[in-house]
Structure formats: structure tokens, C-alpha cells
């Protein structure tokens, strides 16, 4: 039978949700009752506040308790509740009690967060990434177009930030033109972090950085970029999903705007949580991308 999950961010849409391997049995879209959305956090992300009377439109996921509890995973910050949602579509399905032409009113379980503060000096708009992922989403499953014209798109949003905006690692006191270049074969060999004697390093846009912080947050990257063979373009393309960019099959498909925007994900990030200090450039490593045949810095 499984559970149904009502969908309000980025779980609304389809390629955010198979990457992290979730697989409804059913998705349709429908309307979440006596509830508002609210955008929290600095990076506005969404959950459903208990607001009698209101409503608002998302997605339902009709998925297994196996799916559920990996979304309770991924969704570390929220609560889970039961509300009540309005399938779009009527039924005559005599186990729900309903006649025809009847919209259908389920239990669903949903996203908030109990006992927080919330408010602007707190929370923020959301980003327009995030915001663009829910109305993909929103559009491919059904949502009611009026839904999505007046409250999605009408949304205001953190604007992307433009390509000139983009921060980027440097070599501190190095000249970066004298940094050697290193190969993924070196990595793979000598900085892959497995054991509490190896340094971890992992490539992004052409450069390599190394962890110097302490060993338990080595093994977090670790787990992070666990496939030694895999850039950081292509974890962060499947952990930061952007319908800007798509879902490059490999390291080579990506532009260089891409991968600037990828490198400005993890300045951005290890700044925010005060480890940027940790990191430090030591090598280049040679990258091809799609929108130029010549190898980066060669």
C-alpha cells in the first residue's frame, strides 16, 4: 500500500527525486488543505506551517515505508506530520467512500519543523535554483497552472548569481602558474583519505584541494566523494541538481560556467560553516570542457 508523501520543493520534481533514489508508485499532483508554505533558513528552503483555512499545491508521492524512511535521511531538520491533501482528480473508488465527480481527500505526511523561531531575521527568500527545480516539477506533474503562474513564478527569489560573481579557491601565497599539475591516477593513489595516514584531496574545475582540517571531517568528505574516479562537477551536479545546467553523463560535458558555479557551491559552503580555512590548492589537474576543445590551463 505504502505511504503518500505530499511533495514541496525539490522533491516535486522527477530528476531531483530519482537521484536520490526514491521511486513512487504513483505521483499526482494535488492540493495540501489548512496549511501556507513557508520559505526558512538562509537558503529559503520550504515546509508546510499549519495555517487553518489555507492551502497550497504540491505534488503526491505514493511511495514504499523503505522510500520514506530514506526521505526521514535526506529531510534531516524536518518533522514529519500528517495532514489532509486534495487529489485533482475524482474517483468512484467504492474503498475510499467517495462517489464520482467527488475530489478525493487523503492522509498524507508532510514536511514542517516543531518548536522553531521563524521569521525574516532568520529566514530567506528562496533561490532561484530551488525555486526553478519546484516549477519544473510542478509542470510536469499537472500542478493546477494557475497555482504555478500566480504563486511560483510570482515568487521573488535570491537571483542566481551571474558568472562574474562567482568565487573560486586560489593558491594563497603561490604563484597558481607554478603549481604542478597532478592526474586522477595520483589522487586515486596517494590522496584518496582512507586511512588516517593519507591525505584526501578531490578535483574541481581544474584544481585540486586538500583537506588540513581534522580527521573526522576528512572522513566526511571521504563519504562525500566516495567514488575515486568522480570530480566533484559530478557530485555536486547530483547532490545541487540545476535545471540550468542539466546532468552532465561525465567531467567533460560540462561547460565552464558550470564548473565555475560548482567551485563557487563549495566556496560558498566552506565559508558558511567556517571550514574554508581547511582547504588549500596544492595542484591543477588538466579538464576538458564541453564548450572548449583545449585542455584548461595547459
Not at 562567482?166 to 603561490?174: G, I, M, Y
Not at 567551485?263 to 576538458?288: C, H, P
Request: with cysteine; hydrophobic share 30%; charged share 30%.
Amino acid at each position: 500500500d505504502g505511504v503518500w508523501f505530499f511533495a514541496i520543493g525539490a522533491m516535486m520534481n522527477p530528476v531531483s527525486i530519482k537521484l536520490r533514489d526514491i521511486h513512487p508508485m504513483e505521483s499526482q499532483p494535488g492540493e495540501l488543505l489548512d496549511h501556507s508554505l513557508y520559505w526558512f533558513g538562509q537558503t529559503g528552503v520550504a515546509e508546510a506551517i499549519e495555517a487553518p483555512g489555507k492551502s497550497f499545491h504540491g505534488v503526491l508521492h505514493r511511495v514504499k515505508l523503505s522510500d520514506m524512511e530514506r526521505l526521514d535521511v535526506i529531510e534531516r531538520g524536518y518533522d514529519r506530520k500528517v495532514a489532509k491533501a486534495k487529489l485533482y482528480q475524482t474517483t468512484n473508488d467504492n474503498d475510499h467512500d467517495v462517489q464520482d465527480n467527488v475530489k478525493l481527500l487523503l492522509n498524507v505526511t508532510v514536511y514542517t519543523r516543531f518548536n522553531v523561531d521563524r521569521g525574516t531575521h532568520i529566514d530567506s527568500l528562496p533561490k532561484q535554483r530551488y525555486l526553478e527545480i519546484i516549477i519544473s516539477g510542478a509542470e510536469h506533474y499537472g500542478v493546477d497552472p494557475h497555482y504555478i503562474q500566480t504563486v511560483l513564478k510570482d515568487q521573488e527569489c535570491q537571483p542566481r548569481k551571474l558568472p562574474h560573481e562567482f568565487k573560486s579557491f586560489n593558491a594563497n601565497d603561490k604563484d597558481e602558474t607554478k603549481l604542478p599539475y597532478m592526474t586522477m591516477d595520483d589522487i586515486r593513489q596517494n590522496y584518496h583519505g582512507q586511512d588516517e595516514d593519507t591525505p584526501f584531496c578531490f578535483p574541481v574545475n581544474g584544481k585540486v584541494l586538500l583537506w588540513e582540517g581534522n580527521n573526522e571531517g576528512k572522513q566526511e568528505w571521504c563519504k562525500i566523494h566516495h567514488d575515486e574516479n568522480t570530480s566533484a562537477e559530478m557530485v555536486i551536479s547530483r547532490i545541487l541538481y540545476d535545471p540550468k545546467y542539466g546532468l552532465p553523463e561525465c567531467t567533460e560535458d560540462f561547460t565552464r560556467e558550470h564548473s565555475a558555479n560548482i567551485e563557487n557551491e563549495y566556496y560558498e559552503y566552506f565559508s558558511a560553516v567556517g571550514i574554508l580555512k581547511d582547504w588549500r590548492v596544492i595542484a591543477k589537474i588538466k579538464q576538458t570542457y564541453k564548450d572548449n576543445d583545449e585542455k584548461c590551463q595547459q
